[in-house]
């Protein structure tokens, strides 16, 4: 039964000649506050907004599984929202599949959204307690593909509730997500994502609730559905430990900037930027003989209301010279198709 959905989902219209999925041209999201005097303080007098994304850009290829990583408050999530325009962005163009997402009226964007899905973190907060697991993962269904019958649209849930290893599938339809595992939550969560039939899945920290024991079970799963289902991921996460895992190419935020771009392997084994350096040795290793040389960098990550000045790292940044404060350092091409944003990238 998996394997007839599988082709079905697969069966896509002939592919664009660019292999670039989703593209984003020096996006910002700014989020204004209510004007007040402590939210005006710290934005200097000016109408104070959350500068949660401030003007990045980078691609997404087909087929790739594109991690994007950073602290908590990076925007990294916001970014996640902004590709599937759940927020529109303040300046800037997003692509996808070729086609500008901003400027389309809602009714197309909404035939659009059956192209791209989101994997929440939590999948007990985004599963409604009300609903089974056959009436979740079909509500897509009936939004979507609505020229379905009933029973094609069962079949269909059917189906997706199997090729992800909810085996029978029947026996899970009428139940709900408080009588299923943690595990089969995010199982069912993915579920309902995939059951349109998506060319793009961005998963955001997919695996962050799960049980420790269940984690690399279920991406596993991910990464065998997308090479059956021939999915491209955003793959969002705090974690470089499981970015290694599964991305083919990451880029790692900072306070609403990309700091660095580029293959996982380049920049896991030639990182140029200090904080790529500091969130890799804040990974776990394995060998408790091994002691790391540099600590993650001291400090708060700053307000977002009202960023530093220049390279928005140098209060953390070890290596900061007095130009950091001032100058705002661009991304620029290091190695093939690795870019760092730091004035001495090649000192790192
Ligand atoms: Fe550090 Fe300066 Fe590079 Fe920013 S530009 S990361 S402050 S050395």
Excluded: W
């Amino acid at each position: 039964m998996a394997e007839k959905f599988f082709q079905a989902a697969s069966a896509k219209p002939a592919e664009a000649a660019s292999d670039v999925l989703v593209r984003l041209d020096n996006v910002r999201k700014h989020f204004p506050l209510q004007s007040g005097f402590i939210a005006s303080l710290l934005s200097g007098g000016h109408t104070p907004a959350v500068k949660a994304v401030d003007g990045i850009s980078f691609v997404i290829k087909k087929g790739e599984v594109f991690g994007l990583a950073g602290e908590s408050g990076s925007g990294k999530s916001t970014v996640g929202r902004l590709v599937l325009r759940l927020y529109e962005p303040t300046s800037g163009k997003i692509f996808f599949d070729g086609i500008d997402i901003c400027k389309l009226p809602e009714e197309q964007m909404r035939r659009l959204r059956a192209r791209m899905q989101l994997v929440f973190q939590d999948p007990l907060a985004s599963l409604n307690p009300r609903m089974t697991i056959g009436q979740a993962i079909q509500h897509p269904v009936s939004i979507h593909l609505s020229h379905l019958s009933q029973e094609e649209q069962r079949e269909k849930v059917l189906h997706i509730l199997e090729a992800v290893g909810m085996i029978p599938p029947e026996s899970y339809f009428e139940l709900f997500p408080h009588q299923i595992s943690g595990g089969q939550r995010q199982r069912v969560v993915l579920a309902r994502a995939l059951v349109t039939g998506p060319e793009l899945v961005v998963a955001d920290e997919p695996i962050a609730m799960a049980d420790v024991s269940v984690r690399a079970l279920l991406l596993d799963l991910m990464m065998q559905l997308k090479e059956k289902l021939d999915l491209t991921y955003l793959f969002i996460t705090h974690d470089l430990a499981t970015a290694k895992y599964v991305c083919d190419r990451i880029a790692i935020m900072y306070l609403g900037k990309m700091c660095e771009i580029g293959p996982l392997n380049e920049v896991y084994q030639h990182s140029a930027h200090p904080y790529t350096r500091a969130l890799l040795e804040a990974v776990p290793v394995p060998d408790p003989r091994r002691r790391r040389t540099e600590p993650m960098p001291a400090g708060e990550i700053p307000s977002a209301i009202n960023p530093p000045p220049g390279c928005r790292f140098h209060p953390r940044c070890p290596l900061a010279q007095a130009n950091c404060a001032v100058d705002e350092p661009p991304l620029r091409e290091i190695r093939p198709g690795h870019f760092v944003a730091c004035h001495y990238a090649e000192k790192v």
